[in-house]
């Protein structure tokens, strides 16, 4: 082997052919493979190159990706105009050489640093609050929610906690800041707000119901619709078991979903009582100096309740379709026989009112005739805890008279009192 002395200078290096293959050799050993299996375990982690296949292996040369099992970084290749990023799985992939559970602990451990928290998101890591500012300014750094995942019961709707939200106004609000904001002091008694009592904005944005939307199209209209109603800020939605109030109560904005429910038919609710929350017609009630006629406003309320059982029904039917592993259960109408009222209930499919034009639905001609259906059939009043059907002493079901009730509200609206504080109220809210 030539001296490595023998090559000092420039001027010593007139060598020959001879001498150069010797040179070659030289340095081709200083990498030759250790065949020895227990000699390549006795070498430094950092000095274990592998396999001769596995360093020299085509994709060394053709810009493919390098076995996993090669530590050191390919530096003959640099671009410097251009440099290589690592996208950061593969800056943190685990090397070949760690072949103990005590090196895999070591791993962990350095890697912690580097791990998010379970409620972090990596959106604003390594932004100044300048630049954010400046973000905002172009209408970024939008809304930041955060959810416990862990508490979902799989279908996102059902029991996914709201943990913390940052709004554009407030980067730096605390969990308990952010939840006196979103959520007014004002929750009934025993609901929890940010967990079973939100806001209409936070609910429809929850992960369950965006995963339902993306395979309902009218579930999609009926979150623009209570996201852009003019009294928005006022619905709220309450998850709750056994509930309040089975229909949207337009005193206090709130409409409740059963928490026992399956995740389609809270869906299914969202989508029928969201239509009611939305679709009160205050300009059409209120618009006047005086309060409408009697029949006219029976005639209102009754569109509305068919157009609210309308879009549950074409939610249903996109559910059905898009959503098969959520069940293929219709929309039931259950009504009680005059005839028979300490029988048992008359179930109606309701889907089947549906009107269909060269196989298309007529939503026109839809609700035309599920507003006569529920004009002459009452529905039976099932009992809170959603088992069975309430009952007077006598054993007779009781019912729910669409037209009767529509009557009822009518005394109170054609009050000349509370119609005229009803108007201003609804005026200084710019609501109408």
Not at 146 to 156: I, P, R, V, W
Not at 243 to 256: G, V
Not at 357 to 372: F, H, M, P
């Amino acid at each position: 082997m030539t001296a490595l002395e023998d090559f000092k200078t420039q001027e010593q290096q007139d060598f020959g052919a001879s001498s150069a293959r010797q040179l070659s050799q030289s340095v081709q050993d200083l990498f030759k493979t250790c065949g020895d299996l227990r000699a390549q375990k006795a070498l430094p982690e950092g000095l274990d190159f592998g396999t001769g296949p596995d360093l020299y292996g085509s994709a060394a040369y053709t810009g493919g990706r390098l076995p996993a099992s090669i530590v050191m970084a390919d530096n003959t290749e640099e671009n410097l105009e251009a440099s290589k990023i690592k996208a950061p799985s593969e800056s943190l992939a685990r090397p070949s050489v760690i072949r103990t559970r005590e090196d895999e602990a070591i791993w962990d451990e350095m890697q912690k640093p580097h791990k998010l928290g379970k409620h972090e998101s990596a959106t604003h890591i390594g932004l100044t609050p300048e630049v954010i500012a400046e973000m905002q300014k172009k209408g970024q750094a939008s809304k930041l929610e955060f959810f416990d995942s862990t508490a979902s019961s799989g279908n996102g709707l059902n029991t996914g906690v709201l943990i913390a939200q940052v709004h554009r106004d407030n980067l730096d609000e605390t969990f308990s800041q952010s939840l006196a904001r979103l959520h007014p002091a004002d929750a009934p008694p025993g609901a929890k707000p940010g967990i079973d009592y939100f806001n209409v904005n936070d609910f429809t944005a929850r992960k369950g119901v965006q995963e339902a939307a993306s395979a309902t199209p009218h579930l999609v209209t009926t979150l623009q619709e209570l996201r852009d109603c003019k009294w928005a800020k006022d619905i709220h939605v309450w998850k709750r078991h056994p509930l309040e109030f089975t229909d949207y109560n337009a005193e206090n904005s709130r409409m409740e979903i059963d928490s026992r429910a399956s995740y389609k038919r809270q869906i299914e609710t969202l989508a029928h009582e969201g239509y009611h929350a939305t679709h009160q017609d205050l300009d059409k009630l209120y618009a006047g100096s005086s309060a409408l006629g009697e029949k006219d406003y029976v005639d209102l309320k009754m569109k509305q309740e068919a157009g609210a059982f309308l879009r549950e029904i074409l939610v249903n039917e996109e559910l059905r379709k898009n959503r098969p592993d959520l069940g293929n259960e219709a929309i039931a109408f259950v009504w009680v026989d005059p005839q028979n009222k300490t029988g048992e209930p008359v179930k109606q499919v309701m889907n089947n009112l549906l009107v269909k034009n060269n196989g298309q639905i007529d939503e026109k001609a839809s609700l035309d005739a599920i507003e006569k259906f529920i004009r002459h059939h009452q529905a039976a009043i099932g009992n809170a805890n959603g088992i069975g059907y309430k009952r007077d002493e006598h054993g007779n079901l009781a019912t729910k008279d669409y037209v009767a009730n529509a009557k009822s509200g009518y005394t109170e609206y054609s009050n000349p009192a509370k119609f005229r504080a009803s108007q201003v109220h609804l005026k200084q809210e710019q609501y109408i």
